[in-house]
Antibody, heavy 120, light 107 residues
Framework: EVQLLESGGDLVQPGGSLRLSCAASGFTFSTCAMSWVRQAPGRGLEWVSTVTNGGASTYYADSVKGRFTISRDNSKNTLYLQMNSLRAEDTAAYYC?????????????WGQGTLVTVSS | DIQMTQSPSSLSASVGDRVTLICRASQGISSDLAWYQQKPGKAPKLLIYAASTLQSGVPSRFSGSGSGTDFALTISSLQPEDVASYYCQKYNSAPLTFGGGTKVEIK
């Protein structure tokens, strides 16, 4: 059974940093592209970032480029999102999502989400 | 960047009705489109990929169509458990943009 378990969400002040983790199991993690998708309260889904299966290539939404860094550790089956210079508009539930072999595919499994609140 | 526009933003229909949700891309994306269902308080769930391929385990009352710039998700007979928000997403290239969503309710 595929499982994606996010952690690391918290209340943080504007300008602060946070690192999210997503522990994956039930599939061959190293063969799949992985992504982060967020959803602000009462709003729609927003793609944030994608990393290829080997970690060599990364892609970012303009809204987070230069502030967020996606990475993965295939030896630990874990995906990360380092978030710096956080803003109020980054407040959202952050979902880890499993893609396919290619960097740009649909997401067949999602985690339950972890909540990030940016507020003073 | 390619923009994804969904319509309507919300709809209310009766149980058993045929319901069609629309997704339009600002440029052609071939068939690189997915549809997701999200129930309140839950993570999104994949319904359709490659514009018209039903994900395993999804009821056959859901179907997808279209290519290029115009796409549709059809629920052939709306059920109470279909109350949710529905999102389309393009995945031909980054950014992997989502549409704004359609909220489906029961009349």
């Amino acid at each position: 059974e595929v499982q994606l378990l996010e952690s690391g969400g918290d209340l943080v002040q504007p300008g602060g940093s946070l690192r999210l983790s997503c522990a994956a199991s039930g599939f061959t993690f190293s063969t799949c592209a992985m992504s982060w998708v967020r959803q602000a309260p009462g709003r729609g889904l927003e793609w944030v970032s994608t990393v290829t299966n080997g970690g060599a290539s990364t892609y970012y939404a303009d809204s987070v480029k230069g502030r967020f860094t996606i990475s993965r550790d295939n030896s630990k089956n874990t995906l990360y999102l380092q978030m710096n210079s956080l803003r109020a508009e980054d407040t959202a539930a952050y979902y880890c999502a499993k893609g396919g072999t290619y960097s740009t595919t649909w997401y067949d499994y999602w985690g339950q989400g972890t909540l990030v609140t940016v507020s003073s | 960047d390619i923009q994804m526009t969904q319509s309507p933003s919300s709809l209310s229909a009766s149980v058993g009705d045929r319901v069609t949700l629309i997704c339009r891309a600002s440029q052609g994306i071939s068939s690189d489109l997915a549809w997701y269902q999200q129930k309140p308080g839950k993570a999104p769930k994949l319904l359709i990929y490659a514009a018209s391929t039903l994900q395993s385990g999804v009821p056959s009352r859901f179907s997808g169509s279209g290519s290029g710039t115009d796409f549709a998700l059809t629920i052939s007979s709306l059920q109470p458990e279909d109350v949710a928000s529905y999102y389309c997403q393009k995945y031909n290239s980054a950014p992997l943009t989502f549409g704004g969503g359609t909220k489906v309710e029961i009349k």
